[in-house]
């Protein structure tokens, strides 16, 4: 250190730093929820914005759409029968009822409560636009594009991506796997488009959906099949859901009436049979209470990841763990179904699985990213752990930008991946008896720098990890033992 020059008499105190600087982990589980919002402030442009509940989304980003649904009330042979049918907004002449279980058009609202069930946390809300039209590639693809300034988010989720046609939703993931492998500090957790159907593809359409997601970037992220029967609600208004009954007498009917006052089957708002028809207005409000929205799974593994990185750390596989307000997956995925999905010898792709099974409920039982047939990237977490030290040792170490180029700067660098490395061998992150086992740092002329290196002012630094992978598969070998 530079000797400093005293020209009065007197007692000086000088500190000496003799410690190396220290690395933090960054924050591995940030989700960036891609999506239609009910309020939008800036017409054709991306807004971003970070949450910490649901409450806080609501209050800047509004709800989900009202359900454009109408009753049907009937009587049919003495039977008093309800129906609840389907409409697009504009013409209730649809017939098509409801089933219990449904999809909404826009699903971001409901992604992001299911996300809080199931443990999530922090996480960054991109706005594309309003939930009115038609969900379109380009305005998903530019959120994308804008979320790249942004560096905190740590894992991308685009629920409404299964919305678009099958050449648009290729694009749009492929999209995402790029936009992670270039800024190398984040993971997309994307849904099989199609898998809200009640039975697993054949074959050759399991192969078809695996061609959508391309070939490159595969380590980058993991895709999850299928959808799930959820406890949520759709949102409704009395004010929105009409009532067409062929037996409505009183106020409600008359005041919908034509001018003749006789109109064979009125339509009413359900609010105004409140106090007129008070029976009838409880009957419906259940049947509205008991539909369930179908949602595909990326926001609810979104927050297992969250929680378990909390719980546990960023190297414990998100899987075997059980999924919050879940009724059931769409489609009960049998061993020999599950296989098809989860080890691809053709395109080397695996889709994770979401399984219930007897006493434990729905789980999440697959830990493969999309490179499943990659021995270095095959595991979720293995990646994401990658993705941890990486961006931790890459932020920690921009002090030595522009110092010296020796041996000091070599050691400083050194001891505090060295020191930071030892913590995560402690934690249970890195396999081996002891630390020289689990990981090696190696920087220095000769080691990993040439006087070439030197004279073009790089400072080349070898890190080796030896990472905990899941045990996948658990063999037990039974035999029979004669007796001694």
Not at 295 to 301: F, I
Not at 402 to 427: C, H, P, Q
Request: with cysteine; charged share 20%.
């Amino acid at each position: 250190m530079p000797v400093s020059t005293y020209a009065t008499p007197g007692v000086y105190v000088e500190e000496i730093n003799t410690l190396p600087p220290s690395i933090t982990d960054i924050a591995t589980a940030i989700p960036a929820f891609i999506g239609y919002t009910e309020k939008h402030q800036l017409a054709g442009e991306v807004e971003v914005d970070e949450i910490s509940s649901l409450r806080e989304f609501e209050e800047r980003f509004g709800r989900a759409p009202v359900a454009q649904w109408k009753v049907r009330h009937e009587v049919v042979n003495d039977e008093d029968i309800l129906t609840l049918i389907e409409r697009d907004g504009s013409s209730t002449n649809n017939s098509k009822p409801v089933e219990r279980f449904s999809q909404p058009k826009f699903l971001l609202w409901y992604a992001i409560n299911h996300y809080y069930r199931n443990g999530g946390g922090r996480c960054y809300v991109v706005s594309v636009g309003k939930t009115k039209g038609d969900i379109s590639k380009d305005h998903l693809v530019k959120g994308l594009q804008i979320l790249a300034a942004y560096d905190e988010p740590t894992l991308i989720v685009l629920p409404e991506v299964t919305k678009l046609s099958p050449a648009d939703y290729g694009e749009v993931c492929q999209a995402a796997l790029m936009h992670a492998a270039e800024l190398q500090d984040r993971f997309v957790i994307l849904d099989l488009l199609g898998s809200a159907t009640t039975a697993a593809p054949n074959s050759q359409k399991l192969l078809e959906l695996r061609g959508l997601l391309g070939n490159q970037d595969l380590d980058r992220g993991a895709a999850y099949f299928p959808y799930l029967n959820t406890t949520l609600s759709h949102i409704t208004g009395d004010e929105e859901i009409t009532v067409e009954s062929r037996g409505l007498v009183g106020a409600a009917a008359a005041s919908n009436a034509g001018s003749s006052g006789v109109q064979p089957s009125p339509e009413v708002t359900l609010k105004s049979l409140q106090d007129t028809h008070t029976s009838l207005f409880n009957r419906i409000k259940k049947i509205l209470n008991d539909q369930r929205v179908i949602l595909p799974p990326s926001a609810a593994v979104a927050g297992v990841y969250t929680s378990m990185d909390r719980e546990r750390g960023v190297w414990k596989a998100p899987a075997n763990t059980s999924l919050q307000s879940v009724v059931s997956p769409v489609i009960q995925l049998t061993d020999e179904q599950q296989a098809a999905f989860n080890v691809d010898a053709t395109t080397g792709k695996s889709i994770n699985a979401i399984r219930s099974f007897t006493g434990k409920g729905t789980l999440v039982w697959g830990a493969r990213t999309l490179a499943g047939n990659d021995n270095e990237w095959r595991y979720i977490s293995v990646r994401r752990l990658f993705i941890s030290v990486e961006e931790s040792i890459k932020k920690a170490t921009s002090f030595a930008v522009f110092e010296a180029n020796d041996i000091s700067t070599w050691l400083k660098v050194k001891g505090m991946i060295d020191s930071y490395l030892y913590n995560l061998w402690s934690r249970g992150a890195l396999q081996g008896s002891s630390p020289e086992d689990a990981y090696v740092v190696n920087v220095g002329l000769g080691k990993t720098m040439s006087p070439d290196d030197i004279l073009n002012g790089r400072l080349i630094v070898e890190v080796g990890l030896a990472v905990v992978r899941p045990a996948e598969f658990i063999i037990l070998r039974f035999s029979h033992k004669l007796a001694q």
